[in-house]
C-alpha cells in the first residue's frame, strides 16, 4: 500500500510537470492554404497529417527550419516553419527566445513601396483583419518585426503589421507623404505631389541599378505621367530627391522624376544606353524586348490582393490536372488564386485563360496581371503565372514527369523571356 502511494505521489509530481512544460510551450498559426505535416523535419519524410490555414497549434521542437507540432492528443508531427506563423502566439516568460507576438524590438522608419495600397493587419500574417491602409511613399515608424512583417505605426497613429517586402528602410521623416488612412477611413488618396519635402542636390550623379527600363515621370509618383525612359547602368545628373524619389536630368535634356529605388548615387561619368530615351520616341508595345517588362505604374484594382493572397500559397506542389488547395497545376493555381483572392472566375485551361480579360502591352504589366507562355515552341498557350512586379511573377511550376511547386521567378530570365508571348489583365 505504501508503494502505491509513493507511485501515486510520483505520478502526479509528472503530470503536473508536465502541465508547467505544456503551458509554456509557444503557438503558431498556420499560414499556408494547406500544410502537410511529416513524420520528420524533411520534405522526404511521410505524410502524418494536414493542417488548414488559420489552425493554432503547439510547437514541441524546432530542427533546420522545422517545427515539431501536436496537432491532436494522438498526433505530433513536423511542418515546415516557412508556413507556421509564431506571431500573435502566447509563449512563457521562459521562453524568450522564440517569437512570439511581440517580434523583435527595431527602431527607425520605413518607406512603403507597392503599386496600390498596402494593407496594415492586426497580427503578423494575411490571416489577420484589417486595421488599416498605406499608400505607396508614406513614411512609418517601425517598432518590431517578426516572420516576414513589421509592426509599424502610421502617421494617423494607428499601429499594425505590414508584409516587410513593401517597406523599405529610410531616413525621412514620419508623414511626409500623409496619405493613410484607418480601415473605418478608407479614402481613396492615392496622390504623394507633396512638395514639401523637397531636397536639393545639385551636383551629385545616379547610377539605374533596374535590370529593366525604369520609367521618368512628370512628378514624384506613379499618378505622374511618363516622360522618358532609363535603362540599367545609365548614369543622370541629379536634382532632387522627394518622397522616396529622384528628380533627374537626361542626357537630351529632360528633366523628370525616378524612383530612388533604382538609382543609387555614384561618381562615375554622365552616359546613357541608347535605348533610354524621352516618350516623345519611346513606345513600350514591343513584345521582342526583354529589357521592357517590368514597370513602376500602379497596381489594377485588386491586384494587392491578388498578389498577397498567391503568396500564400508558395510551396504547395504542382501534380497535373489539380485544382487546389492542396496541389496545383499551373491553370489551377491561377484560377484559384483568382477566385479565392478576389471572387473571379476565370476558365480553367491556360489557354482559354490567355483570352480572357484584355491584353496588356510589354513595359505596362501591372501586379495582379496573368502572364503566359510558349514553352513548347510551337506558338500555342501552355503555361500561365501572376505577375507581382519588379519584372517577377509566381506560378505553380512542373510537368507530370518532373513536378515541382508554386514559386515566384523573374521574366527577364533567358528561358521565361523566349517563353513568354503577354499578359493580360482582368479588371
Not at 495600397?117 to 503578423?124: E, F, K, Q, T, V
Not at 505607396?136 to 499594425?160: A, C, F, P
Not at 531616413?171 to 488612412?181: F, Q
Not at 514559386?407 to 499578359?423: F, R
Request: aromatic residues 8%; proline residues 2%.
Amino acid at each position: 500500500m505504501k508503494k502505491a502511494i509513493t507511485a501515486l505521489g510520483i505520478g502526479a509530481v509528472a503530470v503536473s510537470v508536465s502541465s508547467i512544460h505544456a503551458s509554456a510551450l509557444e503557438k503558431g498559426v498556420v499560414t499556408a492554404s494547406a500544410l502537410n505535416i511529416r513524420s520528420g523535419p524533411s520534405a522526404d519524410c511521410d505524410k502524418v497529417a494536414k493542417l488548414y490555414k488559420g489552425k493554432t497549434v503547439e510547437i514541441l521542437e524546432k530542427s533546420n527550419g522545422w517545427y515539431k507540432v501536436r496537432v491532436s492528443s494522438s498526433v505530433v508531427g513536423w511542418g515546415s516553419a516557412k508556413y507556421i506563423s509564431t506571431s500573435g502566439s502566447s509563449g512563457s516568460t521562459s521562453n524568450q527566445n522564440n517569437s512570439t507576438s511581440s517580434g523583435t524590438s527595431i527602431s527607425g522608419n520605413g518607406k512603403v513601396n507597392v503599386s496600390s495600397r498596402l494593407n496594415i493587419r492586426s497580427g503578423a500574417g494575411t490571416n489577420y483583419s484589417l486595421v488599416g491602409k498605406a499608400n505607396n511613399g508614406d513614411v512609418v515608424k517601425l517598432l518590431e518585426q517578426s516572420n516576414g512583417w513589421y509592426k509599424i505605426k502610421l502617421s494617423n497613429g494607428v499601429t499594425g503589421w505590414a508584409s516587410s517586402q513593401y517597406i523599405s528602410k529610410t531616413s525621412e521623416d514620419v508623414g511626409t507623404n500623409n496619405s493613410n488612412s484607418s480601415n473605418t477611413n478608407n479614402n481613396n488618396n492615392d496622390t504623394d505631389k507633396n512638395q514639401s519635402s523637397e531636397v536639393s542636390l545639385e551636383g551629385k550623379k545616379g547610377k539605374v541599378t533596374s535590370t529593366v527600363s525604369l520609367n521618368v515621370r512628370s512628378g514624384p509618383g506613379t499618378s505622374y505621367s511618363v516622360i522618358g525612359k532609363l535603362s540599367g547602368g545609365d548614369v543622370v545628373e541629379l536634382r532632387a530627391k522627394n518622397n522616396g524619389w529622384y528628380k533627374v536630368k537626361l542626357l537630351n535634356g529632360t528633366t523628370g522624376w525616378v524612383s530612388s529605388s533604382y538609382i543609387s548615387e555614384t561618381n562615375e561619368g554622365l552616359k546613357e544606353n541608347s535605348s533610354s530615351s524621352s516618350n516623345s520616341n519611346s513606345q513600350s508595345n514591343s513584345n521582342s524586348n526583354s529589357s521592357s517588362i517590368g514597370n513602376s505604374d500602379k497596381s489594377t484594382v485588386n491586384g494587392s490582393k491578388v498578389v498577397d493572397f498567391a503568396y500564400t500559397l508558395i510551396g504547395i506542389p504542382y501534380q497535373w490536372g489539380a485544382s487546389g488547395p492542396d496541389k496545383f497545376d499551373c491553370s489551377g493555381f491561377t484560377q484559384y488564386v483568382f477566385k479565392h483572392s478576389v471572387g473571379l472566375s476565370i476558365p480553367r485551361v491556360s489557354r482559354e485563360q490567355a483570352q480572357f480579360g484584355s491584353a496588356v502591352s510589354m513595359g505596362n504589366y501591372a501586379p495582379g496581371d496573368l502572364v503566359y507562355f510558349d514553352t513548347d515552341g510551337d506558338g500555342a498557350t501552355n503555361h500561365v503565372g501572376i505577375y507581382v512586379g519588379n519584372s517577377k511573377f509566381i506560378h505553380c511550376s512542373g510537368t507530370q514527369t518532373n513536378p515541382n511547386k508554386v514559386k515566384v521567378d523573374n521574366l527577364t530570365t533567358s528561358y521565361w523571356s523566349k517563353a513568354l508571348l503577354g499578359a493580360r489583365r482582368f479588371a
